[in-house]
T-cell receptor, first 114, second 115 residues
């Protein structure tokens, strides 16, 4: 049963700490997205990759956020240092190709920064 | 800029029909999607329209008018399990040395189905 997996599912940390979230896209999917969802802003695109290369990270605060794909089976989103306003649910999604008709979302990482 | 509008909340009765509207102003339009998201879960794909008209899929239908920048999601024979947030998303074409696309999401419509 092919699905996107994310770890951890929940993370509580203190302000200033580093947070790393991981995503395993569906095998064979070459387009990977990172989203952040809050009640106020809804679902916002942070960054996305095609064939492991970053295409657009304009939605990401560059000073503290970084996204990488070390290999085709792993995408990471890192926040350093974390701030309370980063508290949100972070979703990873993957798709096949660039003219996909569907993105498949992972279960999300619920981040709370105290 | 890119803008997508949909109502914040709606309430409907079990067994009834409900229509959730979405209007958009975007550049590089390349399709419109509807996703369903239950509380605490990930969004799941419902439908996709790229041409004008109605797409039907069981109890769910989605309509698109590109000239009006308008779409709606129609849910028939409502069930309690349809209580969820419904996200309208527009796919816009980007060009990064080869065509690609990204989704811009509306803030979602929270539908409450009552007995």
């Amino acid at each position: 049963d092919a699905r996107v997996t994310q770890t951890p599912r929940h993370k509580v940390t203190e302000m200033g700490q580093e947070v790393t979230m991981r995503c395993q896209p569906i095998l064979g999917h070459n387009t990977v997205f990172w989203y952040r969802q809050t009640m106020m802003q809804g679902l916002e695109l942070l960054a996305y990759f095609r064939n492991r290369a970053p295409l657009d990270d304009s939605g990401m605060p560059k000073d503290r956020f970084s996204a990488e794909m070390p290999d085709a089976t792993l995408a990471t989103l890192k926040i350093q240092p974390s701030e309370p306003r980063d508290s949100a649910v972070y979703f990873c999604a993957s798709a096949l190709g660039t003219t996909y008709n569907e993105q498949f979302f992972g279960p999300g990482t619920r981040l709370t920064v105290l | 800029g890119q803008n997508i509008d949909q109502p914040t909340e709606m309430t409907a009765t079990e067994g009834a029909i409900v229509q959730i509207n979405c209007t958009y102003q975007t550049s590089g339009f390349n399709g419109l999607f509807w996703y369903q998201q239950h509380a605490g879960e990930a969004p799941t794909f419902l439908s996709y329209n790229v041409l004008d008209g109605l797409e039907e899929k069981g109890r769910f239908s989605s309509f698109l008018s590109r000239s009006k920048g308008y779409s709606y999601l129609l849910l028939k024979e409502l069930q309690m399990k349809d209580s969820a947030s419904y996200l309208c998303a527009v796919r816009v074409a980007m060009n990064y040395g080869g065509a690609t696309n990204k989704l811009i999401f509306g803030t979602g419509t929270l539908l409450a189905v009552q007995p």
